[in-house]
């Protein structure tokens, strides 16, 4: 008995020194455009925390305006994409933002990022909390980072 009473007090221990879960967002990167008018495109995968949120912005740094889009196959083949205006995040679920589904869409690029190598995204939450994460950027024509 008295050893089932002490490894109890150990997982107890044990457990109250693991960090809580929250919300991770990891693998990002930003692919930028051919040419320099046109928008480029930013991908990464976000692992929900303890509860349920909602992802309702995402906005770079050198871009003046970014948008969350997904893209879709419609009826007769033809791929499209739509603006989202928000996307639920379950707890402790996987969400991957990655080319040929959601997407943030990047409006007038500042060439400067590509001195750089990265763009700096700012994520917002439904309950007003922001993260920031780092995305590395790949020139139009180069393969995708392996995630």
């Known amino acids: 008995m008295r050893i089932f009473v002490t490894m109890a007090a150990v997982g107890l221990a044990l457990a109250g020194c693991t960090k809580p879960r929250v919300i991770e967002i990891e693998d990002a990167w930003v692919r930028m455009p051919a040419v320099p008018s ?47 205006t928000s996307v639920a995040i379950p707890a402790a679920t996987k969400i991957a933002f990655a080319p040929g589904g959601r997407h943030v869409m990047l409006f007038d690029v500042d060439q400067r990022a590509r001195q750089v190598g990265a763009m700096l995204l700012t994520f917002t939450f439904a309950d007003g909390s922001h993260m920031q994460r780092k995305a590395y950027l790949v020139n139009a024509g180069d393969p995708a980072p392996d995630a």
């Open 38 to 84: 046109r928008p480029g495109a930013a991908y990464f995968t976000i692992e929900g925390g303890p509860a349920d949120t909602t992802l309702v912005n995402v906005s770079a740094d050198f871009a003046i305006r970014a948008e969350m889009h997904e893209s879709m196959k419609g009826s007769a083949g033809m791929a499209s994409m739509r603006p989202i």
